[in-house]
């Protein structure tokens, strides 16, 4: 609990055991160095972040919210530096994906800052990628703490149908109508048809049982 960098005078008394009254006196000014020491809390939603995995939303940011309090021996400064490891599905890009820290200064011995940590997921990101977070809490040339967690991606469905080149015209003994089924989501998935007519009676429409994957 010695406050850094303030002076300390110690002094050295010595004394001739032959002639008590010989004496000689050295007096050493020293301080006490810098001691960083910080305690990191790391939550989400009020619950701890470490070791969790997280899904969202493509394009969107988790946000890690942390307290950092400076138990060390004098005014500090403190830094979030954000490592990330990717593993991303087969033609998922690297673009988008990011992490940040965020860093103070001047901090008060035993007082107490707040900072995020803010983790975003590229617009296009497929389900099965993830994004490996590390936090690492550095004051001076110290590391003062260290976190991780995980980030998933949410399913996010989406479909189109084209019919820029369909003939939709019918003729009397029925004909087929060829329309294409674009995936717009992140997800191989297989789509299902429902058919139904409005306003007219007496038609009927075949729709395909089972089309394929789509990826």
Request: glycine share 10%; charged share 15%.
């Amino acid at each position: 609990s010695t406050p850094a960098r303030v002076d300390i005078n110690i002094e050295i008394i010595m004394t001739s055991r032959g002639d008590t009254i010989i004496t000689d006196s050295k007096i050493l000014v020293i301080q006490a160095r810098q001691n960083h020491v910080w305690s990191i809390d790391a939550k989400i939603d009020g619950n701890e972040v470490s070791g969790n995995e997280y899904t969202i939303n493509p394009g969107d940011t988790l946000q890690v919210e942390v307290n950092a309090q400076n138990l060390g021996n004098m005014i500090d400064d403190i830094e979030l530096i954000a490592i990330t490891e990717l593993s991303l599905e087969p033609n998922d890009l690297v673009a988008g994906w990011l992490a940040t820290g965020e860093a103070r200064t001047g901090v008060g011995v035993n007082g107490t800052v707040n900072m995020q940590v803010n983790a975003t997921i590229s617009e296009g990101a497929l389900v099965g990628s993830i994004m490996i977070v590390k936090i690492i809490a550095v004051s001076g040339e110290d590391e003062v703490g260290v976190f991780s967690f995980e980030i998933g991606v949410k399913h996010s469905p989406g479909w189109t149908v084209v019919a820029n080149d369909a003939d939709l015209e019918i003729g009397n003994n029925g004909s087929g109508v060829e329309l294409t089924i674009v995936q717009l989501g992140n997800m191989a998935s297989r789509p299902y048809v429902s058919v139904w007519i409005v306003g007219e009676n007496g038609w009927t429409v075949l729709a395909p049982n089972e089309l394929p994957m789509i990826t």
